[in-house]
């Protein structure tokens, strides 16, 4: 099976099943993103609010906007 999804959110702690799926996993290939502002390799996304960073309080799931 192959699987891909979002293991963390951007406190860096589980987000959904994919942390279980991963355990069950006998290989596990994590790949990274590219942050766009400075170039390098990240792990985590960025929790954005109205543009700016998210808090570590600030929900990570959040429905509504105008896109």
């Not at 006998?26 to 400075?38: A, F, I, M, N």
């Amino acid at each position: 099976m192959i699987v891909g999804g979002v293991d963390e959110e951007f406190r860096g702690e589980g987000f959904g099943v994919v942390g279980d799926l991963m355990a069950c996993g006998e290989v596990v290939r994590k790949v990274q993103g590219v942050c766009w502002v400075w170039g390098c390799g990240g792990s985590r996304r960025q929790g954005l609010m109205d543009g700016k960073g998210g808090c570590y309080d600030d929900g990570i799931i959040l429905v509504g906007g105008e896109e």
